[in-house]
């Protein structure tokens, strides 16, 4: 079991688009998260109430995840838990000069740092277009970043 995780709102979309090929995938790592002990790891200022929210992870949850989603209702409850870790966005030099110089969004960049700040440092991510393959194996040799889908996120859940 991984102790904690780092999700892209990615993740949590696709568990709810039945043209999405990877939608089964999403909704394991969901249902596993739900049911194990792991925590989902945030920037700092996390709030699902939007007008306290200062997190930029949070930002991108309020503004996707629609009531009644599963991803919704997993954030929603592993928050009411106790299961939600707010890290610091604040990464060494040489690692936020690394994430910079590899990835061109600013929120996928807050996701990436946080990675880098959690335990597992681990970020399950299906954002392909901002972060390919190349650039995932960059990561991961640089500053020790596991980026990587929802199945093989879930392998690492279930086997762990």
Do not use: W
């Given at each position: 079991?991984?102790?904690?995780?780092?999700?892209?709102?990615?993740?949590?979309l696709?568990?709810?688009?039945?043209?999405?090929?990877?939608?089964?995938?999403?909704?394991?790592?969901?249902?596993?998260?739900?049911?194990?002990?792991?925590?989902?790891?945030?920037?700092?200022?996390?709030?699902?109430?939007?007008?306290?929210?200062?997190?930029?992870?949070?930002?991108?949850?309020?503004?996707?995840?629609?009531?009644?989603?599963?991803?919704?209702?997993?954030?929603?409850?592993?928050?009411?838990?106790?299961?939600?870790?707010?890290?610091?966005?604040?990464?060494p030099?040489?690692?936020k000069?690394?994430?910079?110089?590899?990835?061109?969004d600013?929120?996928?960049?807050t996701?990436?740092?946080?990675?880098?700040n959690?335990?597992?440092?681990?970020?399950?991510?299906?954002?392909?277009?901002?972060?390919?393959?190349?650039?995932?194996?960059?990561?991961?040799?640089?500053?020790?970043?596991?980026?990587?889908?929802?199945?093989?996120?879930a392998?690492?859940?279930?086997?762990?």
């Open positions: 079991m991984l102790t904690d995780i780092v999700i892209d709102t990615n993740i949590f696709h568990a709810e688009n039945q043209q999405e090929q990877r939608q089964a995938s999403c909704q394991m790592l969901i249902e596993l998260l739900n049911d194990g002990e792991s925590k989902l790891c945030v920037d700092e200022g996390f709030d699902l109430e939007e007008s306290k929210n200062r997190s930029i992870i949070g930002r991108e949850y309020i503004a996707h995840l629609r009531d009644g989603s599963l991803g919704y209702a997993l954030v929603g409850y592993l928050a009411r838990t106790g299961r939600v870790a707010m890290l610091p966005r604040k990464v030099q040489a690692a000069r690394h994430i910079l110089q590899q990835i061109p600013g929120p996928d960049r996701f990436v740092f946080i990675a880098h959690s335990d597992e440092k681990v970020l399950v991510s299906h954002d392909f277009n901002d972060i390919p393959p190349t650039v995932r194996q960059r990561i991961k040799n640089a500053i020790d970043v596991c980026i990587v889908d929802a199945s093989q996120a392998v690492s859940m279930r086997d762990a």
